[in-house]
């Protein structure tokens, strides 16, 4: 399933800006677009359609939200990025997933599907 972006409310924008930035890396999603006089600032991957939008609003703390992790590495790397820059952990790293709470109570989940994902793919023609 394609999106073409998701938009997680946080209260304050330059904290949780920086806080993004650092637990997004290991993912591979990058600041595209930073939009300060909007509090908005957008994340995704170069060249590829969907992001995630982060914007400062009195709805911060509604979400949860699951990303996809290039291997249980990433995993890991989301997990201990993310207890260092000031979240907070719900779940370590175990078989491929780990989840934390953002400044404003956002749910972030990191998945690696390995195998598992492999074998949901359909057959090439």
Known sequence: MEHEHIAVFVRDYDASKRFYEEILAPLGLVKLLDWPDNRRVYFGKLGEPSSLWLVESE?????????????????????????????????????????????DGNSLEAVYRGGEAAALRPAAA
């Not at 703390?61 to 952990?89: C, K, M, Q, W, Y």
């Open 59 to 103: 709805l911060g703390g509604r979400l949860e939200l699951t990303l996809p992790a290039e291997d249980a590495g990433a995993v890991h790397s989301f997990h201990n990025t993310a207890i260092a820059a000031g979240g907070r952990s719900l779940a370590e790293p175990d078989d491929g997933v780990a989840r934390i709470l953002d400044f």
